[in-house]
């Protein structure tokens, strides 16, 4: 069955230091999110993106905050200056076109730890 | 966004069915009812998904009634290993629509 990865499993990282968070969506699929989780939180999501451009973000997803596509395979999540309060899972997920069902399927996460 | 509430926690015992019941009295004509679950440190997984009455799947069936204001998530013969969070989200299909997670029901299944 296809999935979505996500590297690294566990980054740690200073306060104010810049970090890239790396998923690999189904390789059909055309719609691509990150999310985060806070521990004992809920999950909250940061951004949606399609055709290559960001199609919805929340108010988490601030200007320290950016995606990419680079290569037509990975998507990324920058944060430019992390804080402690971004500590977090950050989940990555893809879906197929509309029309198909309201099903997103998640990575497995990256563990980050802002010391 | 339909506002969704569901039991906090439930507990129960390896081999019975559980029966998760969520209201969202607001549900949108267009808005299906979709189920994910989530075990610790892993991202939620998709279980089911339905608009009206019944809907089965090899995991779980998903119960709606007539007025769609509540559903009820029923796993069969429960498992230790679907000790986890389970989450109702009522929303629009369109591909790309973000996912709206709420607090879910901490499910524990003891033997």
């Known amino acids: 069955e296809p999935e979505v990865t996500q590297t690294p499993s566990h980054q740690v990282t200073q306060m104010g230091q810049e970090v890239i968070l790396r998923c690999v969506p189904i390789s059909n699929h055309l719609y691509f999110y990150w999310y985060r989780q806070i521990l004992g939180q809920k999950v909250e999501f940061l951004v949606s993106?399609?055709?290559?451009?960001?199609?919805?973000k929340s108010e988490i997803f601030d200007d320290q905050f950016s995606v990419e596509r680079p290569d037509g395979s990975n998507f990324t999540l920058k944060i430019r200056s992390t804080k402690l309060e971004d500590s977090a899972m950050y989940f990555c997920?893809?879906?197929?076109?509309?029309?198909?069902?309201?099903?997103?399927?998640f990575g497995p996460g990256t563990r980050l730890t802002v010391t | 966004l339909a506002k969704t509430t569901q039991p906090i926690s439930m507990d129960s015992y390896e081999g019975q069915e559980v029966n998760i019941t969520c209201s969202h009295n607001?549900?949108?004509?267009?808005?299906?009812i979709t189920w994910y679950q989530q075990f610790p440190s892993q991202g939620p997984r998709f279980i089911i998904q339905?608009?009206?009455t019944k809907v089965t799947n090899e995991v779980a069936s998903l119960f709606i009634p007539a007025d769609r204001k509540s559903s009820t998530l029923s796993l069969p013969r429960v498992s230790l290993s679907d000790t986890a969070v389970y989450y109702c989200?009522?929303?629009?299909?369109?591909?790309?629509?973000?996912?709206?997670f709420g607090t879910g029901t901490q499910l524990k299944v003891e033997l």
């Open positions: 993106f399609y055709n290559n451009e960001i199609s919805e």
């Open positions: 989200l009522v929303g629009d299909t369109g591909g790309g629509n973000k996912l709206t």
């Open positions: 607001n549900i949108a004509t267009n808005d299906y």
């Open positions: 339905g608009y009206k």
């Open positions: 997920a893809s879906s197929e076109v509309a029309g198909g069902p309201y099903e997103q399927y």
